[in-house]
């Protein structure tokens, strides 16, 4: 069933790569007009390219933790095409510096706080500005598995990061159920992005760690995700908000994982 975003105006942080890059197609193809936030300005333009041009795409270069970037992304969605009917806040990092706590320094802590959870608080606070004026609009933030349960190879910002998310999102949620707006948090497993494979690609062990606790023995795919992300997105989801939205493969939910 094709069209289940047909006019609607989304905005997606983190669009030029992994989860980001395949819900941003799986949104034009289901009839979404997209503003494309990153800081990858050369893939950024292509990507506009590839889907059109300007009238269904329009690339922004924006740093997610300078508030007066993020209210420029959100404005631009709302001048370019009307309106802002979806924010899917998905830019994230995470270094190989953030590891235990008891060797991650303080300014790389800052740093992962500051992309993956000051970030979401911006891009909501910018996107409902323009959500609550329209009294309708869904929010998708994007946390983790590691959100809900103790990560086997430890990253601590980026836990407790994703943790903040999910914690706000479900205040989020509740707060501005009765104004039409909508707040879900996506949390996904391990997913094959750059971000994973960088994450991985120096320590087999780690990533082999990782994978042996996840019940269907592989990594999550983008698509997988982003088809997550259209249902949030789209009506299909209407009685859902402050939800936490699993697409694990079943990591969170297993006590043993068959081998």
Same mark, same amino acid.
């Given at each position: 069933m094709a069209g289940r975003l047909e006019g609607k105006v989304a905005v997606v942080t983190g669009g030029c790569s992994g989860i980001g890059l395949a819900t941003v197609n799986r949104f034009v193809e289901e009839g979404a007009k997209v503003v494309i936030g990153d800081i990858d300005d050369q893939r950024g333009h292509e990507l506009v390219g590839r889907l059109g041009g300007s009238q269904?795409?329009?690339?922004?270069?924006? $740093?997610?933790? $300078?508030?007066? +970037?993020? $209210?420029?992304l959100f404005q631009t969605a709302k001048d370019t095409y009307g309106s802002v009917d979806v924010a899917f806040n998905n830019a994230g990092i995470s270094p190989p510096e953030d590891d235990s706590i008891m060797d991650t320094d303080l300014d790389a802590w800052r740093r992962v706080q500051e992309v993956n959870l000051t970030s979401v608080y911006l891009c909501c606070k910018a996107a409902l500005g323009h959500m609550r004026a329209q009294q309708s609009g869904s929010i998708i933030n994007t946390a983790s598995f590691v959100a809900v349960m103790g990560?086997?190879?430890?990253?601590?910002?980026?836990s407790a990061s994703k943790g903040g998310v999910l914690s706000m999102s479900r205040e989020l949620g509740v707060q501005f159920a009765r104004e039409g707006i909508r707040v879900n948090a996506l949390c996904p497993g391990p997913v094959n992005t750059p971000l994973l494979r960088e994450l991985f690609a120096s320590d087999a062990e780690r990533a082999a760690r990782r994978l042996v606790h996840v019940?269907?023995?592989? =990594?999550? +795919?983008? +698509? +997988?995700?982003?088809?997550?992300?259209? =249902?949030?997105?789209? $009506?299909?989801?209407?009685f859902m908000?402050?939800?936490?939205f699993l697409v694990d493969g079943g990591i969170s939910g297993a006590y043993v994982t068959p081998l």
């Open positions: 269904l795409a329009t690339y922004v270069h924006v $740093d997610v933790t $300078d508030k007066d +970037e993020v $209210d420029a990560a086997a190879t430890s990253q601590i910002s980026y019940p269907m023995g592989r =990594f999550g +795919e983008p +698509e +997988e995700m982003a088809n997550a992300v259209l =249902f949030l997105a789209s $009506d299909e989801s209407s908000t402050a939800s936490t």
